[in-house]
């Protein structure tokens, strides 16, 4: 899954160090960043939770006029819960996919560690903090995943946590107050209603942010992501990558 | 300034003179309305009708007695007020009467109150857009007519004892009316003449009467219980919560009900209302065992709605309670946790977030100079 092979295409491997133009042409190498399986359930959490949130905004707040004029008859608040509900099935189906396939790797003993938190993590915060309020001009060294990126997808993670279980609770609360207290309804409500508007504040602000206006990164989507991009946003793992497939020619020239 | 002064004094002498006028004609109307106890009509009509004997048989066999009291005219507000028989039997002016036209004494009864209308014209017109005027003209002629829960001779107000109402209510409506007198609005008033407590008009309005198992009148109801038990001074009296309907407005139930009022009040909606749970007519307080709402009884009223609730359900409502750490404490900690530590984290991740923008655009500018 984190195996990255320069794409084939632009160059064969024996020129792996360089970037020379032919004719005009400039060839860049590229990294692959996200597996198949990544981008679509990055797609499918896309459509998911903006069609939970679209259609959760105007249940929550059923008392504003405009809320009013989407919602104008009985029906189309039972066709919004509808459609609610649904996304929040294909969320649940993706949420136990994602579970259940890091449960699967981690048994196969191949899941990768990239994705957690690691002291190194606090420590490229700091400099963070430090090279954002000027005390420095040296940026932290990232590996394959920065501790925005980690931040952004922990947070999301215990959001829709948080989303799922008090949104199962109180669709179905006489069920679950078979075995829990009656307390967690109100309280299922509560986190759900606040939860959902913490959560979209967070994406728009943070993830948006550092997807779209910091910098254009599409490699969700792509897949790829660029040599260029690769040296200056992931140094560490760039480094960690060449050096990688430096040893391994050299492995390779020696036989 | 010198025309002013005259206009004013011509003012003060036209005032004075209207003043005078309506003086004089007071003074000249208080002899008929003072003029004892037995009116000269009055006197006329019972010296037939003073005769405990008189009566009609009417065409359907029924016997009419026609007997009417002294007493009972003097105990009444008409007759001591000056207003004499002839004001209400239009039609009778001499002896021998006009024939009587009608078959029962009900048909006769729905006739002779038409004269209501004749000084009580807008507390008549309310009550032809009452539910006993719809029944009346469905067929229905028991359906009450003024002279049914006000009286005819013995006419009185219908409030004078407050307990009144309900018994006037109750001449027809008896079950509910024991009911009620069961309940803790009825028994206060009852037992100790209680003059906060609603009386049946109090929540049914009083001349047009609406039907009250309609959808409008459901969605409408919390605001009738919010008239008294939103009302803090009132509430304050016997120690009771005046937070109830504003709690209640904020609750899943409340939200649901406030949205059907304000855009679908004549759709039926099944969301409680206060009466779901507290009962209407047998409405007890939550300490006695009889009521809907005792800790006893709460799993089965819930159960109404929500069938299957099990026990830990009715730990669910807090419709009527701020949240507390007591009584809702996981509540309490979900409520702290998003006041507290995600305010602090989104506000972090903001701060942030500006300051990569500012950093960002200093970058830049840094790289543009020369």
């Known amino acids: ?255 | 300034m010198a025309d002013n002064r005259f206009s004013l004094k011509i003012l003060l002498l036209v005032s004075f003179i209207l003043v005078g006028i309506l003086l004089a004609e007071l003074s000249l109307a208080k002899p008929v309305q003072a003029g004892g106890s037995t009116q000269e009509t009055e006197e006329y009509c019972l010296s037939c009708h003073g005769n405990p004997e008189l009566n009609l048989t009417l065409p359907d066999g029924e016997i009419l007695s026609l007997y009417i009291s002294q007493e009972m005219l003097d105990a009444s507000i008409h007759s001591p007020a000056g207003i004499e028989c002839q004001a209400c039997h239009t039609e009778i002016t001499t002896y021998p009467h006009p024939e009587i036209q009608y078959q029962t004494a009900r048909e006769l009864a729905r006739a002779y109150y038409l004269a209501c209308r004749k000084c009580h014209k807008s507390n008549y017109d309310l009550a032809q857009d009452s539910m006993h005027a719809r029944v009346a003209e469905a067929g229905n002629l028991s359906a009450p007519v003024c002279t049914d829960c006000h009286g005819d001779h013995d006419v009185r107000p219908p409030d004078q004892p407050r307990a009144l109402i309900s018994n006037t209510c109750g001449k027809c409506h008896s079950e509910i009316n024991e009911v009620y007198k069961q309940s803790i609005h009825g028994g206060a008033l009852i037992n100790e003449e209680n003059p906060d407590v609603p009386v049946c008009t109090d929540c049914h309005g009083v001349h047009n009467i609406q039907d009250p198992r309609t959808a409008l009148f459901r969605v409408l109801s919390p605001d009738l219980c919010a008239g008294c038990h939103a009302n803090p001074e009132l509430m304050g009296k016997y120690g009771l919560s005046s937070d109830v309907y504003s709690l209640y407005e904020t609750s899943w139930h409340g939200v649901d009900i406030a949205v059907y009022k304000a855009s679908w009040p004549t759709i039926w909606h099944d969301s409680a209302v206060c009466t779901d749970c507290h009962g209407v007519h047998n409405i007890r307080p939550h300490t006695d065992v009889l009521s809907s709402v005792h800790p006893d009884n709460l799993q089965a009223t819930c159960a109404k709605c929500h069938p299957g609730a099990s026990p830990n359900w009715t730990g669910a409502w807090t419709g009527h309670n701020k949240i507390s750490i007591d009584r809702t404490p996981i509540l309490f900690y979900v409520d702290a946790f998003y006041s507290s530590f995600i305010d602090i984290v989104l506000w972090a991740c903001i701060v942030y977030v500006l300051l990569q923008i500012i950093r960002a655009t200093v970058d830049k500018v840094r790289r543009s100079l020369p």
């Open chain 1, 1 to 255: 899954m984190t195996k990255a092979v320069e794409s084939a295409k632009p160059a064969p491997l024996k020129n792996a160090n360089q970037e020379t133009p032919t004719n005009g042409i400039r060839v860049e190498r590229t990294f692959w960043r996200f597996s198949i399986s990544q981008r679509w359930e990055h797609a499918v959490l896309l459509v998911t939770f903006a069609s939970l949130l679209l259609t959760g905004i105007p249940q929550k707040y059923r008392a504003a006029a405009w809320s009013q004029q989407l919602l104008s008859s009985p029906e189309r608040v039972t066709t919004l819960r509808q459609i609610h509900h649904i996304a929040a099935l294909l969320l649940a189906t993706l949420v136990l996919y994602h579970l259940g396939r890091a449960i699967t790797l981690m048994v196969k003993r191949k899941l990768p560690g990239d994705m957690l938190p690691t002291w190194q993590d606090i420590k490229d915060a700091w400099q963070m903090l430090k090279y954002l309020v000027f005390l420095t001009d040296k940026t932290p060294k990232f590996g394959k995943y920065n501790f925005e990126q980690k931040f952004t997808y922990w947070v999301l993670f215990f959001g829709i946590g948080i989303m799922g279980v008090s949104g199962f609770i109180i669709w179905f609360p006489v069920f679950f107050t078979n075995f829990m207290p009656g307390g967690v309804v109100p309280a299922a409500k509560l986190a759900h209603s606040t939860e959902a508007v913490v959560a979209g504040i967070f994406v728009v602000i943070w993830h948006f942010y550092h997807v779209h206006l910091q910098r254009l990164n599409l490699s969700i989507f792509t897949g790829r992501i660029t040599e260029h991009e690769m040296r200056t946003y992931h140094t560490a793992e760039y480094e960690r990558l060449t050096d990688e497939l430096a040893t391994l020619l050299k492995e390779g020239d020696s036989q």
